[in-house]
Every structure is written in structure tokens, then in C-alpha cells.
């Protein structure tokens, strides 16, 4: 999944995300999903991409459906959870995360909410620059008098797909500096970033089996049944609730929730307590302080908690 996901964006990078958020129009709700499905990023993640869409003024709705979906919808968690729980309890949750996310987003916007966007949000600059050329290599100036030429080569690079190499030769004060511009496929380092996540994303999953195998094992399934089963009404929101402070990586919470559900924890709590983990958390909390206020930030909360509430109370009717 890694891998196809990888090839995607190589298709659309960040930079192209911005430009068709920021002039998709009405469309930009699915689109900004979509888009958010295939940049799988963690909670903390999505934020430097959020302050690229506030710089580039994307659309304020299409832009929070993006900060929603990216974590949720993320192709890793989706495979992890039909590997796990099957496709039923999975196609609740991606229906679950796409709806709210789309009608949070319009609402916020119809609400008027952009205007609790901070005006100071950090704005960076990414990439090389040069006021001559997009690409630029510092070089040792020469004199014919004192044949004080530098011959070592010169290499700068800029971006992700090109190098260039200024050389010189001894005779330089004769002679041009040569510029050769090797360029890299576009699919060069894909397989790379695969094995990169799947090792990042590894130690999570070990965490999240270990503590799923101890609670299989040892917690008392009569307790569990008792205040996190399907009969209880309030395990669904108090599971939602828990999760934001948690901040467990999806991949970690899923093997997790599986233990939790084989020993009598509801459905619905299982998938609740995945949305709050993945959708929020403290840290991603305190980075979106520094580009929301608080109102804007209460509502960020809320749509995750309406979410993980929806998600869990859906599976008592389908699953």
C-alpha cells in the first residue's frame, strides 16, 4: 500500500494538492477527501501541509475536509482495518470519516469559521531560490593573474529530481565551466519510502500486538463486557473522549482494538476509540493553536467527536 501510494505521488505532490484545492471550486469537498486519502499523513503531519493551503488561500471548506480526511483516511489504516475487522466494520468507518468530514467542512465554511484562521499563520518558503535560475551553484571566483582557479567540482541541488554539477578544469582561466544537469526518474526512491514507512510504522504495530496480547490475556473479560460492551450507552462517547489524550498511531490502536473486541468490547466503542486516537491529539492540538483560535479549535474537536460517535452508534445498526 505504501508503494502505490508512493507512485500516486509522484503523480500529485504536495505543490499540485495546494493548486487544486485552491482553485477546484465547488468540487474541492470530494476532491480535498480524496486528496486527503492518498497523502497519508499522521494527525501532526497533515499541519505543514494545512499552513501550505492557508498561504496558497485554498478554500477554507475543502481545507478542513484535507485536515479531517488525511489521518482517517489513510490507505494503511483502511487496509489494516479490513485485514482485522473485515469489510463490513471498515466500510463504516471510511463512510463514517468521508460524510462528517465533507459536511463538517461546508458547514464550518457556510458558518463563517475562516474567519477564525489566524492572520499570522506561519508562512515558510520550501525549495531553492535564485533570482537567475531555479537551480544555482556557488563557485570560487578566479584570477588569470594569479592562477587561483579552483578545479574541485561544485554541486547544488534543488528539489528532489535534479542535480547539477559545475565543473572546471585546470585551464579554467581558458576555458567555460561545464554544467551537466543529470536528472532522476520520476520514480526513482519510491521502493525507498516504502520500506521506510513500513519501518517507521513497524515498531507502532509490535507495541499495539504486545499490549493487545497482555490484554487478551489477562484482562478480565466480565469488567470489559461490563463497562465497554455493546450494552452500555456511554462507552462510545467516553471511547472517543479517551482517544485524543492517548494520541496512538492507528496502526498501533488497530491489532489493539482487535484484542479489545475478541474480549467483549463493543464494535462501535472499537471504532470510536480508533477515530479519536487517529483523528486528534494533544500535540496536533497545540500546532493547530498557533494557526486557529480557540473557537475554531473547540470545532476541529467537535467534528472528531461527532465522527467517532457516528462511526460507533452506525455499527450497533449495520454491524
Known amino acids: 500500500i505504501s508503494l502505490l501510494v508512493g507512485v500516486l505521488q509522484r503523480h500529485i505532490p504536495p505543490s499540485k494538492v495546494e493548486a487544486l484545492l485552491t482553485s477546484s471550486g465547488k468540487r474541492g469537498y470530494f476532491l480535498a477527501a480524496g486528496l486527503g486519502a492518498i497523502t497519508p499523513f499522521c494527525s501532526c503531519s497533515t499541519i505543514p501541509m494545512l499552513k501550505g493551503l492557508i498561504r496558497a488561500r485554498a478554500g477554507f471548506g475543502p481545507m478542513m475536509v484535507f485536515l479531517f480526511s488525511s489521518p482517517l483516511l489513510n490507505p494503511i489504516v483502511v487496509g489494516l482495518l479490513v485485514a482485522t475487522f473485515g469489510w463490513t466494520l471498515t466500510a463504516i468507518y471510511v463512510l463514517a470519516a468521508l460524510v462528517v468530514a465533507v459536511g463538517a467542512g461546508w458547514l464550518l465554511h457556510t458558518l463563517g469559521f475562516e474567519r477564525y484562521v489566524r492572520r499570522t499563520a506561519t508562512q515558510e518558503s520550501s525549495g531553492c531560490s535564485s533570482s537567475a535560475s531555479p537551480c544555482s551553484a556557488t563557485s570560487t571566483a578566479s584570477s588569470c593573474g594569479t592562477n587561483s582557479c579552483d578545479t574541485t567540482p561544485k554541486t547544488a541541488s ?45 515498531p507502532y504495530l509490535l507495541i499495539g500486538i504486545a499490549i493487545g496480547s497482555v490484554i487478551y490475556g489477562f484482562m478480565p473479560t ?93 455499527t450497533y445498526l449495520f454491524f
Open 158 to 202: 534543488c528539489g528532489a529530481d535534479r542535480k547539477t554539477t559545475v565543473s572546471t578544469s585546470s585551464e579554467c582561466c581558458d576555458s567555460q565551466p561545464t554544467v551537466t544537469v543529470k536528472k532522476e526518474g520520476k520514480y526513482s526512491g519510491v521502493w525507498r519510502e516504502a520500506w521506510s514507512d513500513f519501518i517507521d510504522v513497524l
Open 222 to 314: 466480565d469488567l470489559l463486557e461490563q463497562y465497554a460492551g455493546p450494552d452500555n450507552p456511554f462507552a462510545i462517547p467516553v471511547a472517543a473522549v479517551i482517544g485524543v489524550p492517548l494520541y496512538i498511531r492507528a496502526e498501533a490502536v488497530i491489532p489493539l482494538a482487535a484484542a479489545l473486541m475478541a474480549k467483549g468490547v463493543g464494535a462501535g466503542t472499537v471504532l470510536a476509540l480508533i477515530i479519536g486516537s487517529a483523528g486528534a491529539s494533544l500535540t496536533e492540538l497545540i500546532l493547530l493553536r498557533s494557526l486557529f483560535t480557540l473557537k475554531l479549535l473547540a470545532a476541529f474537536l467537535a467534528v472528531i467527536f461527532a465522527m467517532a460517535m457516528i462511526a460507533g452508534y452506525a
